[in-house]
T-cell receptor, first 116, second 113 residues
Framework: NAGVTQTPKFQVLKTGQSMTLQCAQDMNHEYMSWYRQDPGMGLRLIHYSVGAGITDQGEVPNGYNVSRSTTEDFPLRLLSAAPSQTSVYFC???????????????FGPGTRLTVL | GDSVTQMEGPVTLSEEAFLTINCTYTATGYPSLFWYVQYPGEGLQLLLKATKADDKGSNKGFEATYRKETTSFHLEKGSVQVSDSAVYFCALRDQTGANNLFFGTGTRLTVIP
């Protein structure tokens, strides 16, 4: 199993450009999510999905779009990049929760994005 | 809303020293609590967890006890090694029914030989 994979590892954009960060998992997990990691702020949830065709907003969704057409893939789209979106982006996946049971989230290696 | 407050870093210790990283939380009810670790250049990995009050999570020599009286989940290790150098995140699971996490700001630990 490759686990959670993310591409690209690094990316530099100019203000106003658009791009898609890719995330894929081969563990047949229902739940997938995107976080951004900024110095002094920990990780903050951008968007998440509890299954194919279902997405929802997290804590900081503005400026980002997601879709979930398959169980395996959960791309994150930046429509018009801004310097405030300079960050490290992590994708995570887990089995869907049942009742109160927490299922461990598995994280990808991250994408470091710089917006000039 | 739910939140996690974590001890500021960075923390630098000599090998075999005792480690404590403080974590307190604010939440309604009794959420599940976690410590995640991020080694250089990698994503986060679950280190340990506790799902109810007085539970003790443990893994790789690290321990943390869920204290509802003090709303705390401090991470401890009796004797750190150079290989423990990493960033440590305290987190709680949100209680909306999804599997989302609220993270603290992270504490960078450096262990010197």
């Amino acid at each position: 199993n490759a686990g959670v994979t993310q591409t690209p590892k690094f990316q530099v954009l100019k203000t106003g450009q658009s791009m898609t960060l890719q995330c894929a998992q081969d563990m047949n997990h229902e739940y997938m999510s995107w976080y951004r990691q900024d110095p002094g702020m920990g990780l903050r949830l951008i968007h998440y999905s509890v299954g194919a065709g279902i997405t929802d907003q997290g804590e900081v969704p503005n400026g980002y779009n997601v879709s979930r057409s398959t169980t395996e893939d959960f791309p994150l789209r930046l429509l018009s990049a801004a310097p405030s979106q300079t960050s490290v982006y992590f994708c995570a996946s887990s089995k869907q929760i049942t009742g109160t049971t927490y299922n461990e989230q598995f994280f990808g290696p991250g994408t470091r994005l710089t917006v000039l | 809303g739910d939140s996690v407050t974590q001890m500021e870093g960075p923390v630098t210790l000599s090998e075999e020293a005792f480690l404590t990283i403080n974590c307190t939380y604010t939440a309604t009810g009794y959420p599940s609590l976690f410590w995640y670790v991020q080694y250089p250049g990698e994503g986060l990995q679950l280190l340990l967890k506790a799902t109810k009050a007085d539970d003790k999570g443990s893994n790789k020599g690290f321990e943390a006890t869920y204290r509802k009286e003090t709303t705390s989940f401090h991470l401890e290790k009796g004797s750190v090694q150079v290989s423990d150098s990493a960033v440590y995140f305290c987190a709680l699971r949100d209680q909306t029914g999804a599997n989302n996490l609220f993270f603290g700001t992270g504490t960078r630990l450096t262990v010197i030989p």
